[in-house]
């Protein structure tokens, strides 16, 4: 992937690494792509660099003698906080790469890796940091981890769009829940934005001025997910030279979010059940224990009610996790929203993609929008319009631009449709349609269809011959 050469000048990059083929290799790899690469043999020669020169980025080694690279990354996130780092370690030293990442890093790559996946990382960091002089800070964030330190309030997280009466209902949800500090679960489809939906339970809170700290927890490696929780001693495995505080501390006060509930393991299960159930946390290889006072949010897409069925979620948790429940809606859900978050994504799209000449969405096409399946809900959506303005070539998107968007959903069926069949078989036919309508979310499909879970698996066991 060539450099992002939007700017006046070609990137700078610094690339740092005592080992001098390895960096000499690299900067003639990114300098075929466009750059303008300088070398730094150590840490202290890189701060010397950047106070004569400015940078785009910063691609560092992690391991190196004298300052290493975390050491190196504290610096430059003091001095340059928005300037991207990217750190890279050997195999084998992934917990120091995840220590980089909780320090700031844009991102760090194990060795060996693909020159072009780090490339494409590089425009991607000198991308958005052109992209955050265009917009206000409010609006940019990495959903990995929110500063902890950051101040915030109800009006500095991306606002929740829409006032569809299905969005109108979340909305008085959050705003009845945000009121409160017991444990919230929030329940939806990838891509329906429980992610915002935290974030706004947070900041409509009491707890809105504290820290608000999110993990997700099948992106974690589950030897490291307790580390990550609840902290650890120096030694208490390999690679912990220091002790370092867990989320949980690192969230006092405020509020953790802990997505992806329903990929949490087993064994950690239980360890956040006595969290929840104690207020205490105790970081690994400690004895010593620790109270925290965290609000607990969790988010998942999962049928966690199946999964408790199935042994794979304890249930006792599940009841814990579960006393305030949100139910985020489906895009489907909420049509009459599509045109306004379409407009939203395009002038959204248009910063990040200022020579485009798209400006507007022809009624057509939003009338197209609008009748889409979406299965992906608004992150579809999202991407959808992203795509749109990279690769159009008019001021209007017209309806044909959607060429590349699949045919939608068949419609529930008419009189002028239906066929005769038994009770039975339109029961099944209209069960299933609902599960495809859903995405196959059970929990979902037995709300709408009025039953419970029990009685949704009961009907789509296959009939015995009578």
């Known amino acids: 992937m060539s ?3 939007s700017g006046k000048r070609p990137p ?3 690339i740092v690494d005592d080992d001098p083929d390895m960096a000499q290799a690299l900067g003639a790899s990114l300098t075929g792509e466009g750059y303008s690469c300088e070398l730094a043999p150590s840490g202290a020669a890189a701060i010397d660099a950047i106070g004569r020169q400015a940078f785009d980025a910063v691609i ?3 391991q ?3 300052m290493n690279g975390l050491d190196l990354l504290d610096r430059l996130r003091k001095a340059h906080p928005t300037l991207p780092v990217i750190m890279v370690t050997a195999f084998g030293q992934l917990t120091g790469a995840v220590e980089a990442t909780k320090r700031g890093a844009f991102q760090y790559l194990s060795k060996p890796y693909e020159v072009a996946e780090l490339e494409d990382l590089m425009a991607q960091a000198i991308r958005e940091r052109r992209e955050s002089e265009l917009v206000s800070p409010s609006s940019e964030r990495r959903l990995r981890r929110v500063d902890p330190n950051a101040p915030s309030s109800s009006g500095e997280w991306p606002r929740l769009i829409g006032s569809d009466p299905a969005m109108k209902a979340l909305q008085e949800c959050i705003g009845r829940v945000a009121a409160s500090s017991a444990p919230t679960l929030i329940g939806g489809e990838s891509g329906s934005g429980k992610d915002l939906v935290a ?3 947070h900041a409509q809170g009491p707890r809105h001025e504290r820290p608000f700290v999110s993990i997700n927890a099948s992106a974690i490696p589950e030897a490291l997910l307790e580390s990550e929780l609840f902290g650890h001693v120096r030694g208490a495995f390999t690679g912990a030279s220091e002790a370092r505080r867990g989320l949980f501390q690192t969230a006092q006060g405020g509020t953790l979010l802990l997505d992806e509930i329903g990929d949490m393991p087993l064994a950690l299960q239980a360890k956040l059940l006595r969290v929840l ?10 004895d010593v224990v620790r109270a925290v006072d965290v609000r607990v949010v969790s988010a998942t897409h999962r049928d966690l009610p199946k999964l408790v069925a199935e042994g794979r979620f304890r249930e006792d948790l599940y009841f814990r996790l579960n006393v305030l429940p949100v139910s985020v809606p489906p895009l489907r859900e909420r049509r009459g929203d599509i045109p306004e978050l379409a407009r939203h994504f395009l002038a959204q799209a248009r910063v990040r993609m200022p020579t485009s000449p798209v400006r507007t969405l022809a009624p057509d096409t939003l009338e ?3 009748s889409a399946a979406w299965p992906g ?3 579809e959506l999202s991407s959808a319009i992203e795509r749109l303005v990279v690769f159009g070539r008019e001021a209007t998107i017209t309806r044909e631009s959607l060429a590349f968007r699949p045919a939608a959903a068949q419609p529930t069926p008419t009189a002028e449709t239906r066929e005769l069949c038994s009770l039975q078989t339109l029961n099944e036919r209209h069960v299933a349609w609902v599960l495809s309508e859903t995405a196959g979310n059970k929990v979902r499909a037995a709300e709408i269809l009025g039953i419970n879970l029990s009685t949704l698996y009961r009907w789509q066991r296959p009939r015995t011959a009578e």
């Open 199 to 201: 974030h706004a339970i």
């Open 12 to 14: 700078r990059v610094l």
């Open 368 to 370: 197209a929008l609008s």
């Open 64 to 66: 190196m003698d004298g």
């Open 60 to 62: 560092s080694d992690v």
């Open 277 to 286: 159930e104690l207020g205490e946390v105790r970081a690994v290889g400690s």
């Open 377 to 379: 809900n608004v992150r």
């Open 3 to 5: 450099a992002d050469t």
